[in-house]
Protein backbone atom coordinates (compact mmCIF):
# COMPACT_ATOMS: atom_id res chain seq x y z
CA UNK A 1 0.00 0.00 0.00
CA UNK A 2 1.66 3.40 -0.71
CA UNK A 3 2.96 5.04 1.56
CA UNK A 4 2.63 8.93 1.91
CA UNK A 5 6.47 10.55 1.98
CA UNK A 6 7.25 11.66 6.09
CA UNK A 7 8.17 14.62 6.96
CA UNK A 8 10.31 15.59 9.78
CA UNK A 9 7.29 16.19 11.94
CA UNK A 10 6.32 12.67 11.69
CA UNK A 11 9.30 11.52 13.16
CA UNK A 12 8.55 13.06 16.30
CA UNK A 13 7.83 10.59 19.22
CA UNK A 14 5.42 12.99 20.77
CA UNK A 15 2.94 13.04 17.52
CA UNK A 16 3.45 9.03 17.39
CA UNK A 17 1.87 9.33 20.64
CA UNK A 18 -0.80 11.42 19.83
CA UNK A 19 -1.77 9.50 16.28
CA UNK A 20 -1.71 6.00 17.37
CA UNK A 21 -3.72 7.19 21.04
CA UNK A 22 -5.99 8.76 18.90
CA UNK A 23 -6.46 6.03 16.34
CA UNK A 24 -6.38 2.97 18.80
CA UNK A 25 -8.40 4.64 21.44
CA UNK A 26 -10.65 7.59 20.33
CA UNK A 27 -11.74 6.69 17.12
CA UNK A 28 -14.62 4.32 18.76
CA UNK A 29 -15.84 6.97 20.45
CA UNK A 30 -15.53 9.31 17.35
CA UNK A 31 -16.62 7.13 14.22
CA UNK A 32 -19.01 4.33 16.43
CA UNK A 33 -21.90 3.52 14.95
CA UNK A 34 -25.27 2.45 16.74
CA UNK A 35 -24.28 -1.03 18.07
CA UNK A 36 -26.46 -1.51 21.01
CA UNK A 37 -25.51 -1.21 24.47
CA UNK A 38 -21.91 -0.69 25.44
CA UNK A 39 -21.63 -4.44 27.00
CA UNK A 40 -22.78 -5.73 23.49
CA UNK A 41 -20.30 -3.97 21.78
CA UNK A 42 -17.50 -4.93 24.03
CA UNK A 43 -18.18 -8.55 24.25
CA UNK A 44 -16.77 -11.12 22.26
CA UNK A 45 -18.43 -14.51 22.16
CA UNK A 46 -16.76 -17.54 21.18
CA UNK A 47 -18.47 -20.46 20.75
CA UNK A 48 -18.44 -23.29 18.31
CA UNK A 49 -20.52 -21.75 15.53
CA UNK A 50 -18.14 -18.97 15.15
CA UNK A 51 -14.98 -20.72 15.56
CA UNK A 52 -16.31 -23.09 12.21
CA UNK A 53 -17.34 -19.79 10.53
CA UNK A 54 -14.09 -18.76 11.03
CA UNK A 55 -12.30 -21.75 10.06
CA UNK A 56 -14.20 -22.30 7.17
CA UNK A 57 -13.30 -18.89 5.90
CA UNK A 58 -9.81 -18.97 6.53
CA UNK A 59 -9.34 -21.81 4.59
CA UNK A 60 -11.70 -20.93 1.96
CA UNK A 61 -13.40 -24.18 2.35
CA UNK A 62 -17.25 -24.10 3.03
CA UNK A 63 -17.60 -27.91 4.98
CA UNK A 64 -19.23 -27.40 8.20
CA UNK A 65 -19.02 -31.56 9.03
CA UNK A 66 -14.85 -31.83 7.42
CA UNK A 67 -14.01 -28.45 10.08
CA UNK A 68 -16.54 -29.51 12.45
CA UNK A 69 -14.18 -33.12 12.98
CA UNK A 70 -10.79 -30.95 12.41
CA UNK A 71 -12.10 -28.71 15.61
CA UNK A 72 -13.16 -32.00 17.76
CA UNK A 73 -9.94 -33.36 17.09
CA UNK A 74 -7.89 -30.23 18.34
CA UNK A 75 -5.68 -30.24 21.67
CA UNK A 76 -6.43 -27.50 24.11
CA UNK A 77 -3.68 -26.31 23.09
CA UNK A 78 -4.55 -25.54 19.64
CA UNK A 79 -8.57 -24.66 20.50
CA UNK A 80 -6.64 -22.08 23.01
CA UNK A 81 -4.65 -20.49 19.79
CA UNK A 82 -7.61 -20.41 17.73
CA UNK A 83 -9.55 -18.59 20.36
CA UNK A 84 -6.97 -16.23 20.15
CA UNK A 85 -6.60 -15.90 16.39
CA UNK A 86 -10.42 -15.21 16.58
CA UNK A 87 -10.75 -12.44 19.40
CA UNK A 88 -7.74 -11.02 17.39
CA UNK A 89 -10.07 -10.78 14.19
CA UNK A 90 -13.14 -9.87 16.14
CA UNK A 91 -11.34 -7.24 17.82
CA UNK A 92 -9.50 -5.65 14.51
CA UNK A 93 -13.05 -6.53 12.72
CA UNK A 94 -15.04 -4.07 15.52
CA UNK A 95 -12.18 -1.62 15.24
CA UNK A 96 -12.35 -1.39 11.50
CA UNK A 97 -16.66 -0.82 11.81
CA UNK A 98 -16.02 1.98 14.30
CA UNK A 99 -13.48 3.89 12.05
CA UNK A 100 -16.50 3.59 9.28
CA UNK A 101 -15.20 0.53 7.32
CA UNK A 102 -18.20 -1.61 6.96
CA UNK A 103 -20.31 -3.97 4.92
CA UNK A 104 -22.08 -7.19 5.54
CA UNK A 105 -20.16 -9.24 3.66
CA UNK A 106 -17.09 -12.20 5.18
CA UNK A 107 -15.10 -11.11 2.02
CA UNK A 108 -15.31 -7.84 2.85
CA UNK A 109 -14.91 -8.62 6.72
CA UNK A 110 -11.56 -10.10 5.88
CA UNK A 111 -10.68 -6.62 4.03
CA UNK A 112 -11.67 -4.62 6.58
CA UNK A 113 -10.15 -6.63 9.23
CA UNK A 114 -6.57 -6.44 6.87
CA UNK A 115 -7.68 -2.46 6.65
CA UNK A 116 -7.26 -2.09 10.24
CA UNK A 117 -3.78 -4.52 10.70
CA UNK A 118 -2.17 -2.22 7.61
CA UNK A 119 -3.92 1.43 9.93
CA UNK A 120 -2.34 -0.38 13.28
CA UNK A 121 0.85 -1.14 11.06
CA UNK A 122 1.57 2.20 10.16
CA UNK A 123 1.36 3.39 13.50
CA UNK A 124 3.81 0.59 14.74
CA UNK A 125 5.96 1.01 11.91
CA UNK A 126 6.61 4.97 12.12
CA UNK A 127 9.83 5.65 12.65
CA UNK A 128 11.42 2.58 13.27
CA UNK A 129 15.36 3.22 12.38
CA UNK A 130 17.12 1.88 14.90
CA UNK A 131 20.40 3.95 16.19
CA UNK A 132 23.88 2.05 16.06
CA UNK A 133 24.14 1.12 19.41
CA UNK A 134 20.74 -0.45 19.13
CA UNK A 135 21.14 -2.20 15.89
CA UNK A 136 24.43 -3.63 17.48
CA UNK A 137 22.68 -4.85 20.22
CA UNK A 138 20.50 -6.77 18.27
CA UNK A 139 22.89 -8.05 16.12
CA UNK A 140 24.62 -9.40 18.60
CA UNK A 141 21.75 -11.03 20.43
CA UNK A 142 20.35 -12.42 16.82
CA UNK A 143 24.12 -13.51 15.64
CA UNK A 144 23.30 -17.32 14.88
CA UNK A 145 20.84 -15.97 12.23
CA UNK A 146 23.39 -14.66 10.28
CA UNK A 147 26.01 -17.07 10.69
CA UNK A 148 27.67 -18.23 7.42
CA UNK A 149 27.40 -22.60 7.42
CA UNK A 150 30.26 -24.68 7.09
CA UNK A 151 30.16 -25.84 3.57
CA UNK A 152 33.32 -27.77 1.82
CA UNK A 153 34.16 -28.51 -1.70
CA UNK A 154 34.47 -32.16 -3.30
CA UNK A 155 34.28 -35.10 -5.38
CA UNK A 156 34.11 -38.36 -4.94
CA UNK A 157 34.15 -42.21 -6.10
CA UNK A 158 30.70 -44.42 -5.11
CA UNK A 159 30.84 -47.56 -4.76
CA UNK A 160 27.46 -49.45 -4.14
CA UNK A 161 26.46 -51.17 -1.04
CA UNK A 162 23.04 -52.36 -2.77
CA UNK A 163 25.22 -53.89 -5.87
CA UNK A 164 28.68 -55.29 -4.28
CA UNK A 165 27.05 -55.43 -0.71
CA UNK A 166 28.54 -53.86 2.17
CA UNK A 167 32.06 -55.77 2.54
CA UNK A 168 32.51 -55.51 -1.20
CA UNK A 169 32.02 -51.74 -1.66
CA UNK A 170 34.32 -51.38 1.36
CA UNK A 171 36.40 -53.58 -0.43
CA UNK A 172 36.34 -51.69 -3.58
CA UNK A 173 36.73 -48.28 -2.39
CA UNK A 174 39.98 -49.23 -0.53
CA UNK A 175 41.43 -50.48 -3.71
CA UNK A 176 40.29 -47.68 -5.29
CA UNK A 177 41.62 -45.29 -3.30
CA UNK A 178 45.30 -47.05 -3.78
CA UNK A 179 44.71 -46.67 -7.59
CA UNK A 180 43.77 -43.09 -7.08
CA UNK A 181 46.22 -41.98 -5.36
CA UNK A 182 49.24 -43.97 -6.55
CA UNK A 183 48.45 -42.68 -10.70
CA UNK A 184 47.77 -39.23 -9.02
CA UNK A 185 44.29 -38.95 -10.08
CA UNK A 186 42.86 -35.61 -10.07
CA UNK A 187 39.53 -33.85 -9.36
CA UNK A 188 38.35 -33.76 -13.11
CA UNK A 189 39.23 -37.81 -13.15
CA UNK A 190 36.80 -39.18 -10.64
CA UNK A 191 34.05 -40.09 -13.55
CA UNK A 192 36.12 -42.65 -14.45
CA UNK A 193 35.98 -44.76 -11.78
CA UNK A 194 33.31 -46.39 -9.13
CA UNK A 195 29.70 -46.63 -9.94
CA UNK A 196 26.86 -43.89 -10.44
CA UNK A 197 25.75 -42.21 -7.61
CA UNK A 198 22.29 -41.46 -7.03
CA UNK A 199 22.86 -37.62 -6.79
CA UNK A 200 25.88 -36.06 -7.75
CA UNK A 201 29.54 -36.59 -8.43
CA UNK A 202 31.30 -32.89 -7.61
CA UNK A 203 30.30 -30.88 -4.83
CA UNK A 204 31.46 -27.18 -5.30
CA UNK A 205 31.03 -24.39 -1.83
CA UNK A 206 28.30 -26.99 -1.01
CA UNK A 207 27.09 -26.44 2.82
CA UNK A 208 27.33 -29.25 5.06
CA UNK A 209 23.15 -29.40 5.36
CA UNK A 210 23.27 -30.22 1.60
CA UNK A 211 26.24 -32.42 1.58
CA UNK A 212 24.09 -34.42 4.64
CA UNK A 213 20.95 -34.37 2.86
CA UNK A 214 22.56 -36.29 0.17
CA UNK A 215 24.86 -38.47 1.98
CA UNK A 216 23.42 -39.02 5.89
CA UNK A 217 25.37 -37.23 8.84
CA UNK A 218 27.85 -40.34 9.03
CA UNK A 219 29.31 -39.35 5.99
CA UNK A 220 29.54 -35.86 6.95
CA UNK A 221 31.35 -36.61 10.40
CA UNK A 222 33.81 -38.68 8.61
CA UNK A 223 34.95 -35.65 6.08
CA UNK A 224 34.57 -32.59 8.11
CA UNK A 225 38.01 -32.77 10.15
CA UNK A 226 39.50 -33.69 6.95
CA UNK A 227 42.61 -31.02 6.14
CA UNK A 228 42.19 -30.24 2.04
CA UNK A 229 44.00 -31.64 -0.79
CA UNK A 230 44.63 -31.21 -4.23
CA UNK A 231 45.62 -34.56 -4.96
CA UNK A 232 45.39 -37.13 -1.68
CA UNK A 233 42.35 -39.38 -1.81
CA UNK A 234 40.63 -40.61 1.39
CA UNK A 235 38.50 -42.71 2.71
CA UNK A 236 36.72 -45.04 2.50
CA UNK A 237 33.66 -43.27 4.21
CA UNK A 238 30.21 -44.74 4.74
CA UNK A 239 27.02 -42.98 3.30
CA UNK A 240 23.55 -43.81 3.00
CA UNK A 241 24.49 -45.88 -0.31
CA UNK A 242 27.79 -47.19 0.28
CA UNK A 243 30.99 -46.59 0.30
CA UNK A 244 32.95 -43.19 -0.94
CA UNK A 245 36.24 -42.65 -1.76
CA UNK A 246 36.69 -38.48 -1.52
CA UNK A 247 38.92 -35.85 -2.93
CA UNK A 248 38.21 -32.66 -0.53
CA UNK A 249 40.19 -29.45 -1.86
CA UNK A 250 38.38 -26.90 0.04
CA UNK A 251 36.40 -26.12 3.39
CA UNK A 252 35.02 -23.45 5.45
CA UNK A 253 33.99 -23.47 8.83
CA UNK A 254 31.06 -21.69 9.99
CA UNK A 255 31.95 -18.37 10.44
CA UNK A 256 30.04 -15.22 11.69
CA UNK A 257 29.77 -11.87 9.32
CA UNK A 258 30.86 -8.58 10.84
CA UNK A 259 27.84 -6.24 11.14
CA UNK A 260 28.62 -3.73 8.02
CA UNK A 261 28.58 -6.73 5.97
CA UNK A 262 24.94 -7.66 6.54
CA UNK A 263 23.95 -4.31 7.85
CA UNK A 264 20.83 -3.58 5.54
CA UNK A 265 19.70 -7.60 6.50
CA UNK A 266 20.05 -6.66 9.96
CA UNK A 267 18.39 -3.43 9.74
CA UNK A 268 15.26 -5.28 8.28
CA UNK A 269 15.03 -7.94 10.39
CA UNK A 270 15.73 -5.08 13.55
CA UNK A 271 12.33 -3.32 12.21
CA UNK A 272 10.01 -5.43 11.76
CA UNK A 273 11.21 -7.15 14.74
CA UNK A 274 10.24 -3.37 16.55
CA UNK A 275 6.81 -3.04 14.39
CA UNK A 276 5.48 -6.58 15.39
CA UNK A 277 5.87 -6.29 18.65
CA UNK A 278 4.68 -2.77 18.68
CA UNK A 279 1.52 -4.03 16.50
CA UNK A 280 0.91 -6.68 19.03
CA UNK A 281 1.21 -4.15 21.94
CA UNK A 282 -1.63 -2.11 20.17
CA UNK A 283 -3.90 -5.25 19.45
CA UNK A 284 -3.44 -6.15 22.78
CA UNK A 285 -4.67 -2.71 24.29
CA UNK A 286 -7.50 -2.80 22.01
CA UNK A 287 -7.93 -6.64 23.22
CA UNK A 288 -8.56 -5.46 26.74
CA UNK A 289 -11.55 -3.22 25.95
CA UNK A 290 -13.94 -6.29 25.41
CA UNK A 291 -15.25 -8.74 27.45
CA UNK A 292 -14.39 -12.30 26.56
CA UNK A 293 -17.60 -15.37 26.77
CA UNK A 294 -16.17 -18.36 25.97
CA UNK A 295 -19.03 -20.69 25.21
CA UNK A 296 -19.88 -24.86 24.09
CA UNK A 297 -16.53 -25.52 21.43
CA UNK A 298 -16.99 -29.13 21.51
CA UNK A 299 -19.61 -31.00 20.13
CA UNK A 300 -22.35 -32.27 22.87
CA UNK A 301 -21.58 -35.96 22.32
CA UNK A 302 -18.23 -35.50 23.91
Known amino acids: MARMPKSRWVREPLVHFVVAGAILFGAFALF ?23 LQYRANAFEPETFGAALDAMTDAEIEALIEAFVDEEVLYR ?27 DVAAADQAPDQAA ?7 NIEAYAIQPWATFTHVFFDAERRGAEGARTAAGAARRELNDSGALFNDAPRYGDRFPFSQNYVERTLEHIASHFGYEFVASIEPLEPSGSEWRGPFR ?8 LLTRRADRAYPELDEVRG ?21 LRARYRVEIGAIRAANE
Do not use: P
Open 95 to 121: EARALGLEESDNVIRQRMVQKMSFLLA
Open 239 to 246: SAYGEHVV
Open 265 to 285: DVERDYAAERENAALDEMTEN
Open 32 to 54: RDDRGSVDDATTIVVDRRGLLTF
Open 135 to 141: LEAYFAG
